[in-house]
Each structure stands twice: as C-alpha cells, then as structure tokens.
C-alpha cells in the first residue's frame, strides 16, 4: 500500500518495558501489517537492559504473549522483526550512553537511508522526562541538519500544576512545541474522535447542543479491577491524577468544545484551550459540596472477590488516596452557563465502560402526565459508548399501543461493528501513524495540559489538609453514595448502565 510517510526511526527509551510489549510494537507491527510504514523505516529500542538486536527481537515479537500476528503470515512477521534493533544504555542521561545512540542512529541513517528524521518515545518513569530530552540536545539529536526530530512523552505530564510548567520549560528548552508530542491513548480511540463528526457534520445536533436544551451532561469512566500488585504505583497518583485531569477532561473537552473554524490541529486544540478556560474554578471551600472521593472496600465483582485496597500490597493502612472521584462542575461560557456537568471514575466498580450522556430538557409541559405518571420523567437522552459496545443511542418517549397515552421510552441506536467489517485501529496504533504524519491534532498542548491542571489543583490540595472526608464503597458497587447528593436539584441522576449499550430496560406504569 502506497504511503507519504517520510522514512525514519522510531527510537522508543524504556523498551524493555511493560508498555513497549503490550502497546508500542504490537502497534507498529500493526501499521507494517496494514502497509503504513515507510520502506525505509526502523525501530531502535534504547533501555538499561543488556539486549542484542536478536534478544530484543525475540522478546518483543517473537516470545511476546501480546503480540497478535493476526493475518499476517510467518515470514511476514519475520520481516517485521528485521525492522528492530536495539541500543543498552548503562545511563539515559551519560554523555557516553548518548553518543553511543547518536552513533547507532547514524550507522542506521547510513544503512536505511532514513533521512535523519527520529521520533524519540519516552516510554520511561517520568522522573527521566526531563532528563532525556536534555541529553538528546547535547548530542544535537533534537534536530538535524537534514531532517526532523519529534518527541512523544506518556502521561502524566507533571505532578500538579507547578510540576507541569516546569516540565513543559524543561522540554520546550530543547523542542518546539510543534515538535513535542503528548500522548494521551483516550484520543486514540475512534469514538472520542467521532464526537467531533456527531457534533459538527450533523445539521440536527448543533442547534440543541447548548444550554437551552441540554439539561445535564456526565461521563462515565469505570473500571472492574482493583489495583493489584500496583498500590505502591497507584497510592502516588489515584483516581483524579489518573484519569480525569487527562483522559476524562480530553473527553469532555471534545463533548464541550466550540466549533473550530478549520478542522485542524491549530483549530482543534485552541478551542480545547479556550474550554479548559472556561471551567468554573471549584475553589477550596466548594470542593466538599463538588467533589466526592471515595476509596474501595473488600467485595465481590465480576471478577470475583476483591480485598479492600488499604489491603493491596504497596498500599499504607491509613492511606487516602482516592480509587473514585464523581464530581459535579459548571462552564462559564454562553453555550453551557448553568449547565451541570458530572464526571466519574472509578475501580472496581461493577463494569468496565466509558461513556457519555446528553440528558435534553423535557418539554415545558406534560401533557400525557393524565395518562401515564412516567411521562412526567421521560428524559430524552443521546448516549455515547467510547468503549466497549461501541456506538450511539437516543432515547425518547414513544406512545405504547393500545387505549390512551402511555409513554415508553425507545432507543434508536447505531453501533460501530455495523458500519465496517474492518479492523478499528487501537488507539497507540492510529496516534503513532499520525506523529509519523507530523499531525499533532489527537495529541494534548502544553498551554492545554497546564490549564486542566490548573482546574484540578485546588481539589487536590484540599484534599491533602484534610478538608474533605474520604468514603468507603464495597468492590462491586457504583461507588460511595454521597456522590448520587451531587445530583440534588439537578435531574434523575447517575445513569448505571448495562454491559451493552442497549440493553438498560425502561420501565412503565403497568
């Protein structure tokens, strides 16, 4: 299959990792499979541990439990592995180590004629997101003469705000901007992106997307499992550094955003910024009123029993990190001024599913109400499933046959299974191919991530005084029942789901 791409190599540091065998090479091997890479085109694996190319082919594609080979044939994966070599670094940051990759990466540019065009991934702690970019620039890696370097750094991009400006500097001291590449795998996914097109190629949508007629919106992000024999990891992160300041509010941004004036990557991401601007801030003192934490008890989900996470090993007795966080918050803007928005997240809660929810305004009267009590709370509801099930539901109030008006609600429903037979490529697949592109549309801004985590920082700094008080929920539940009070006042509440998206049952008076 013919392609633009220009060639290069993808240098991924920490390629001896976890991430690098469930994620990175399977999705190269995907975009070789699919004939996306350039023919001259190589993957050069760089960490700490003492591998030659064969070793490093062995454990990554060919003794790798990950690794699908799907359709492809056996010399086909052959080939693939050809593609990887391999480069030990005693140090990520010694001048020796450096000009050693710098040296290999020549030798390659020589051999492959790549062009000198590098991506480097930091698939690395994120101690090291500083350290290496620094050393790249010393051994004039950050740029070339005759090509491009591009730079993709995993989540979490900082600790908080302070500890996100200061790796931003750190970063941009030695790439552009334009050059730097934030991956956050939730933009990956077919159905984040596809509420762009929902919102901006349908005529219908854009005129009842507004506070006159959206009532409330929530996104659902839930998790089955615990946290394993990661606590130590998970206890210095938790629910709210995890997933909301950067998958769920990349969600929401998509759900929130104005119209772009083009459909590019400047467009896109200057109306994600100007969102996150917007966000009513919850100050220190409403944080108790807003923000529900909650943290999980021994219980039973569909995995089966769970111990409660103070009893995962790496994790303190007395700890309060947080392993769910529901939240209830307002846009300051004319589109959605008064409009409640409601986020969740949370493990082992009783599926795993992200979700969103456009709950419309009933009508100014009820007319049927003499005829059916349920017609009095038939929410129009536009339910979006990012995963799994994927796909689109609108609810609304159909009249049940027979004597009178009784109301049902009815699903009109689309799924993504229905609209190809082809494969949907995984999220690292599609965000890879589109750095290779040079297309930065699906990847976080600095100026972006900075303000969502100005957002987020009061909430965690109330949280670390003591403000707030952390609930339990046992494994298995929808989480802590406080979080349902975010909802007084503002509408039916949670919406539970079922493992597929049409599967909830509508109940009417009999």
Same mark, same amino acid.
């Given at each position: 299959?013919?392609?633009?791409?220009?060639?290069?190599?993808?240098?991924?540091?920490?390629?001896?990792?976890?991430?690098?065998?469930?994620?990175?090479?399977?999705?190269?091997?995907?975009l @070789?499979?699919?004939?996306?890479?350039?023919?001259?085109?190589?993957?050069?694996?760089?960490?700490?541990?003492?591998? *030659?190319?064969?070793?490093?082919?062995?454990?990554?594609?060919?003794?790798?439990?990950?690794?699908?080979?799907?359709?492809?044939?056996?010399?086909?994966?052959?080939?693939?592995?050809?593609?990887? @070599? =391999?480069?030990?670094?005693?140090?990520?940051?010694?001048?020796?180590?450096?000009?050693?990759?710098?040296?290999?990466?020549?030798?390659?540019?020589?051999e492959?004629?790549?062009?000198?065009? =590098?991506? @480097?991934?930091?698939?690395?702690?994120?101690?090291?997101?500083?350290?290496?970019?620094?050393?790249l620039?010393?051994?004039?890696?950050?740029?070339?003469?005759?090509g +491009?370097?591009?730079?993709?750094?995993?989540?979490?991009?900082? =600790?908080?705000?302070?500890?996100?400006?200061?790796?931003?500097?750190?970063?941009?001291?030695?790439f552009?901007?334009?050059?730097? !590449?934030?991956?956050?795998?939730?933009?990956?996914?077919?159905?984040?992106?596809?509420?762009?097109?929902?919102?901006?190629?349908?005529?219908?949508?854009?005129?009842?997307?507004?506070?006159n007629y959206?009532?409330?919106?929530?996104? *659902?992000?839930?998790?089955?499992?615990?946290v394993?024999?990661?606590?130590?990891?998970?206890?210095?992160?938790?629910?709210?550094?995890?997933?909301v300041?950067?998958?769920?509010?990349?969600?929401?941004?998509?759900?929130?955003?104005?119209?772009?004036?083009?459909?590019?990557?400047?467009?896109?991401?200057?109306?994600?910024?100007?969102?996150?601007?917007?966000l009513?801030p919850?100050?220190?003192?409403?944080?108790?009123?807003?923000?529900?934490?909650?943290? =999980?008890?021994?219980?039973?989900?569909?995995?089966?029993?769970?111990?409660?996470?103070?009893?995962?090993?790496?994790?303190?007795?007395?700890?309060? *990190?947080?392993?769910?966080?529901?939240?209830?918050?307002?846009?300051?803007? +004319?589109?959605?001024?008064?409009?409640?928005?409601?986020?969740?997240?949370?493990?082992?809660?009783?599926?795993?599913?992200?979700?969103?929810?456009i709950?419309?305004?009933n009508?100014?009267?009820?007319?049927?109400?003499?005829?059916?009590d !349920?017609?009095m709370?038939?929410?129009?509801?536009?339910?979006?499933?990012?995963?799994?099930?994927?796909?689109m539901?609108?609810?609304?109030?159909?009249?049940?046959?027979?004597?009178?008006?009784?109301?049902?609600?009815?699903?009109?429903?689309?799924f993504?299974?229905?609209?190809?037979?082809?494969?949907?490529?995984?999220?690292?697949?599609?965000l890879?191919?589109?750095c290779?592109?040079?297309?930065?549309?699906?990847?976080?801004?600095?100026?972006?991530?900075?303000?969502? +985590?100005?957002?987020?920082?009061?909430?965690?700094?109330?949280?670390?005084?003591?403000?707030?008080?952390i !609930?339990?929920?046992?494994?298995?539940? +929808?989480?802590?029942?406080?979080?349902?009070?975010?909802?007084?006042?503002?509408?039916a509440?949670?919406r539970?789901p079922t493992?597929?998206?049409?599967?909830?049952?509508? !109940?009417?008076?009999?």
């Amino acid at each position: 299959m013919p392609n633009n791409l220009d060639p290069h190599v993808l240098v991924i540091f920490g390629a001896s990792g976890d991430l690098a065998q469930r994620k990175l090479v399977p999705a190269v091997f995907d975009l @070789f499979r699919g004939g996306y890479l350039p023919k001259n085109f190589a993957l050069l694996g760089a960490s700490r541990t003492d591998f *030659t190319d064969e070793a490093f082919r062995d454990k990554v594609v060919f003794n790798n439990e990950h690794f699908d080979q799907k359709d492809a044939t056996d010399e086909q994966v052959k080939e693939f592995s050809e593609m990887l @070599f =391999y480069q030990d670094l005693a140090s990520y940051d010694s001048e020796k180590d450096i000009k050693a990759l710098a040296a290999r990466l020549k030798k390659l540019d020589k051999e492959l004629k790549v062009g000198q065009n =590098y991506i @480097f991934y930091l698939s690395t702690p994120p101690k090291l997101y500083s350290t290496i970019p620094a050393a790249l620039a010393k051994a004039g890696l950050n740029e070339t003469k005759e090509g +491009w370097a591009r730079l993709i750094v995993e989540k979490p991009f900082g =600790y908080d705000e302070e500890s996100a400006v200061k790796l931003n500097r750190d970063i941009q001291t030695h790439f552009e901007e334009n050059s730097i !590449y934030r991956i956050d795998h939730y933009l990956g996914k077919e159905t984040v992106q596809n509420l762009l097109v929902t919102r901006f190629a349908n005529g219908f949508f854009e005129p009842l997307w507004n506070r006159n007629y959206v009532q409330s919106v929530q996104i *659902t992000a839930s998790e089955t499992v615990g946290v394993g024999s990661r606590g130590g990891y998970y206890d210095e992160s938790g629910a709210m550094r995890d997933m909301v300041q950067n998958h769920l509010l990349q969600v929401l941004a998509h759900v929130a955003m104005e119209p772009p004036i083009r459909a590019d990557a400047h467009s896109i991401r200057n109306e994600k910024l100007k969102l996150f601007q917007s966000l009513r801030p919850i100050t220190r003192k409403d944080v108790k009123n807003q923000v529900i934490r909650g943290q =999980y008890t021994a219980g039973v989900t569909e995995k089966g029993k769970e111990i409660a996470y103070r009893d995962a090993p790496g994790v303190p007795d007395d700890s309060k *990190t947080e392993t769910y966080v529901g939240m209830k918050f307002f846009i300051d803007n +004319w589109r959605w001024a008064g409009v409640p928005f409601f986020v969740r997240t949370g493990k082992c809660l009783p599926l795993k599913l992200t979700e969103v929810v456009i709950t419309f305004k009933n009508p100014p009267q009820a007319i049927f109400s003499e005829y059916d009590d !349920y017609a009095m709370s038939c929410d129009n509801q536009l339910i979006i499933r990012i995963q799994p099930d994927e796909g689109m539901a609108l609810e609304f109030g159909m009249k049940v046959p027979g004597e009178g008006f009784r109301v049902k609600n009815v699903d009109m429903d689309f799924f993504y299974r229905d609209l190809t037979k082809n494969d949907v490529p995984a999220a690292y697949t599609r965000l890879l191919l589109d750095c290779m592109k040079g297309e930065p549309t699906l990847y976080a801004r600095g100026d972006s991530v900075e303000a969502a +985590w100005a957002f987020i920082d009061p909430i965690l700094e109330a949280w670390k005084n003591d403000e707030v008080p952390i !609930y339990s929920y046992p494994a298995g539940s +929808w989480g802590p029942l406080q979080a349902d009070a975010l909802w007084i006042g503002e509408g039916a509440g949670w919406r539970n789901p079922t493992a597929t998206l049409t599967d909830k049952k509508h !109940y009417t008076k009999q």
